[in-house]
């Protein structure tokens, strides 16, 4: 009796070990591309911004995603470098609400101007503009990171209008997405 009790403790053990590595394994389907930005890479200057001494094209960089997962009934999508010396990092970009049928978007997306499909707005950036922000780390300072991340959520809208911050859609869309999918790209001046 006791051996297997002994059987029967390992057994959930390692059930409860390894299921949730297998959920995620079998969740971490998504995959994310772009013709402007490239994993580890020194970003162009198309995506730098202009003002705050940079001097780019602002510009948001292509993306194509695909593998959501079921269920996927909008996207969120976010620009972040958690490099950014405020104690809280730098939201670039924050668009919430695209439909679950679009699964790429063209560089400039980001735009304050840009023709969002749906109920799909931008939230307000860190540079307090309702658009995509690039990239402009201080002079000097090492190349900082930035943090492409599209998003599965199970939800059609966020509860939220467009005062609201990066951080906050950073919240909701950490804490429900079914999946996510992100491009790290660099840079430093």
């Not at 297998?22 to 772009?34: E, G, R």
């Not at 620009?79 to 939201?91: E, F, I, K, L, M």
């Not at 002079?139 to 911050?165: C, K, N, W």
């Given at each position: 009796?006791?051996?297997?009790?002994?059987?029967?403790?390992?057994?959930?053990?390692?059930?409860?070990?390894?299921?949730?590595?297998?959920?995620?394994?079998?969740s971490a389907d998504m995959l994310l591309s772009s013709d402007d930005i490239v994993e580890g890479q020194t970003m162009d200057q198309a995506q730098v911004f202009s003002?705050?001494?940079?001097?780019?094209?602002?510009?948001?960089?292509?993306?194509?995603?695909?593998?959501?997962?079921?269920?996927?009934?909008?996207?969120?999508?976010?620009?972040?470098?958690?490099?950014?010396?405020?104690?809280?990092?730098?939201?670039?970009?924050?668009?919430?609400?695209?439909?679950?049928?679009?699964?790429?978007?063209?560089?400039?997306?980001?735009?304050?101007?840009?023709?969002?499909?749906?109920?799909?707005?931008?939230?307000?950036?860190?540079?307090?503009?309702?658009?995509?922000?690039?990239?402009?780390?201080?002079?000097?300072?090492?190349?900082h990171r930035y943090i492409f991340t599209v998003f599965a959520m199970p939800q059609g809208t966020?509860?939220?209008?467009?005062?609201?911050?990066?951080?906050?859609?950073?919240?909701?869309?950490?804490?429900?997405?079914?999946?996510?999918?992100?491009?790290?790209?660099?840079?430093?001046?």
């Amino acid at each position: 009796m006791k051996n297997l009790m002994r059987k029967v403790t390992l057994s959930a053990i390692a059930t409860a070990i390894v299921a949730p590595m297998m959920l995620s394994a079998a969740s971490a389907d998504m995959l994310l591309s772009s013709d402007d930005i490239v994993e580890g890479q020194t970003m162009d200057q198309a995506q730098v911004f202009s003002g705050f001494g940079c001097d780019g094209g602002n510009l948001s960089p292509s993306l194509k995603w695909s593998g959501a997962p079921e269920g996927t009934k909008s996207f969120v999508i976010t620009a972040y470098d958690p490099d950014a010396p405020t104690g809280s990092g730098w939201w670039h970009w924050a668009l919430v609400n695209l439909p679950a049928d679009v699964s790429e978007l063209p560089e400039g997306a980001g735009a304050i101007d840009f023709d969002l499909p749906g109920d799909a707005f931008n939230a307000r950036n860190d540079y307090s503009v309702n658009a995509f922000g690039g990239a402009c780390p201080p002079e000097g300072a090492a190349p900082h990171r930035y943090i492409f991340t599209v998003f599965a959520m199970p939800q059609g809208t966020l509860p939220i209008d467009r005062t609201a911050s990066g951080a906050l859609v950073g919240y909701f869309a950490n804490n429900t997405a079914l999946d996510r999918t992100s491009i790290t790209a660099r840079f430093g001046r």
